[in-house]
C-alpha cells in the first residue's frame, strides 16, 4: 500500500515536498515513480528512482527542478519539486513496481493534489 502526501497551495516559484510511505518489508525491491495527472489530462510520468535510489530518470518537464529520492530504512519515496509553475498544477501520484527499466507500475498511491498559483 502506497499513501501519498505533502500537497498543497504554493505560489509560483515557490518549491514542495511530496512524500509516499509505502507499507510492507519489501520497499526496497521496487523501483518507484512519480506520476502526475492535471484536470483534463491524461496521467503522465514524472520521474522514477531504482530501488537501490542509485539511479533516477526525469521526464523532461521535471528536469532541473525536480528530485526524487528514497529513504528505504523509512519505506519513503520523495519528490522535492523546485521553481514551481502553474502548469505544474495536478495530482501528483506514487508508484512501484519491480523493476526500474521497464514492466507496469502495479501499485498505485491515491494521489496528492499540488496547486501552483501564478
Same mark, same amino acid.
Given at each position: 500500500?502506497?499513501?501519498?502526501?505533502?500537497?498543497?497551495?504554493?505560489?509560483?516559484?515557490?518549491?514542495?515536498?511530496?512524500?509516499?510511505?509505502?507499507?510492507?518489508?519489501?520497499?526496497?525491491?521496487? !523501483?518507484? %515513480?512519480? &506520476?502526475?495527472?492535471?484536470?483534463?489530462?491524461? =496521467?503522465?510520468? $514524472?520521474?522514477?528512482?531504482?530501488? @537501490?535510489?542509485?539511479?533516477?530518470?526525469?521526464?523532461?518537464? !521535471?528536469? %532541473?527542478? &525536480?528530485?526524487?529520492?528514497?529513504?528505504?530504512? =523509512?519505506?519513503? $519515496?520523495?519528490?522535492?519539486?523546485? @521553481?514551481?509553475?502553474?502548469?505544474?498544477?495536478?495530482?501528483?501520484?506514487?508508484?512501484?513496481?519491480?523493476?526500474?527499466?521497464?514492466?507496469?507500475?502495479?501499485?498505485?498511491?491515491?494521489?496528492?493534489?499540488?496547486?501552483?498559483?501564478?
Amino acid at each position: 500500500q502506497l499513501q501519498a502526501s505533502g500537497g498543497g497551495l504554493v505560489q509560483a516559484g515557490g518549491s514542495q515536498r511530496l512524500s509516499c510511505a509505502a507499507s510492507g518489508r519489501t520497499f526496497s525491491s521496487y !523501483a518507484m %515513480g512519480w &506520476f502526475r495527472q492535471a484536470a483534463g489530462k491524461e =496521467r503522465e510520468f $514524472v520521474a522514477r528512482i531504482s530501488e @537501490s535510489g542509485h539511479i533516477t530518470y526525469y521526464a523532461d518537464s !521535471a528536469k %532541473g527542478r &525536480f528530485t526524487i529520492s528514497r529513504d528505504n530504512a =523509512r519505506n519513503t $519515496v520523495y519528490l522535492q519539486m523546485n @521553481s514551481l509553475k502553474p502548469e505544474d498544477t495536478a495530482v501528483y501520484y506514487c508508484a512501484a513496481r519491480r523493476s526500474y527499466y521497464s514492466g507496469n507500475w502495479t501499485y498505485w498511491g491515491q494521489g496528492t493534489l499540488v496547486t501552483v498559483s501564478s
